[in-house]
């Protein structure tokens, strides 16, 4: 069926280093993506998305790349800070009715 | 702006017991989620309901687990009778519409079955 995975399950980083995190997904039907982030004893919480027309999105230390032809997103965050440690999930988006299918998530680290 | 309310934020019952979790949306979003998050796990959909009409439920275990939203607001999600695999997070989550709108979640509802 449909899956969004990751492809490591936790990264380690030093303060002020960037942070790349990757994500594969299976279905190219797929209207966009997005990225939460979820620290400990928390819902998700949006961090940016991407539709599937565009190929990178930046926001504030973040920037959302898309690869459509190898089916493969990714999360770069700009001089990481502790507060950005935090397990972090790419999600998919379906164009049909707005159901979202999530991967396992990566588990950030940031190291002082 | 208040975001996604839940409760209760904590419940631990044994197992082959009944509980019930709620959730008040975002004020003003039709479209209501509830998520099963199993520890490290991503969150997986259970339903979504579009007001008080269901989208999707085809991963809700009806057996056991219900969900209605009567006045296209509140929800709430029961399971009964309870099994020990359903120790998990119950999120809920809200948008404005369905295709292109932020889904916002609330804290979740942990469960513990013993």
């Known amino acids: 069926g449909e899956s969004v995975g990751l492809h490591l399950p936790t990264l380690s980083v030093q303060e002020g280093d960037n942070s790349i995190i990757n994500c594969a997904y299976s279905n190219s039907a797929s209207d966009y993506f997005i990225w939460y982030k979820q620290e400990s004893g928390k819902g998700p919480q949006f961090i940016i998305d991407i539709r599937s027309n565009m190929d990178k999105r930046q926001g504030q230390r973040v920037t959302v790349l898309l690869n459509k032809t190898v089916k493969h997103l990714s999360l770069q965050i700009a001089a990481t800070q502790p507060g950005d440690s935090a397990v972090y999930f790419c999600a998919e988006k379906t164009n049909q009715g707005g159901k979202l299918i999530f991967g396992q998530g990566t588990e950030l680290s940031v190291k002082p | 702006e208040a975001g996604v309310a839940q409760s209760p934020r904590y419940k631990i019952i044994e197992k082959r017991q009944s509980v019930a979790f709620w959730c008040n949306p975002i004020?003003?979003?039709?479209?209501l989620y509830w998520y099963q998050q199993i520890l490290g796990q991503g969150p997986k959909l259970l339903i979504q309901f579009q007001n008080n009409g269901v989208v999707d439920d085809s991963q809700l275990p009806k057996d056991r687990f219900s969900a209605e939203r009567l006045k296209g607001v509140d929800s709430t999600l029961k399971i009964q009778p309870a099994k020990l695999e359903d120790s998990a997070v119950y999120l809920c989550a809200s948008s404005a519409g369905s295709i292109g709108n932020t889904i916002y979640f609330g804290e979740g509802s942990w469960l513990t079955v013993v």
């Open positions: 004020s003003g979003h039709a479209t």
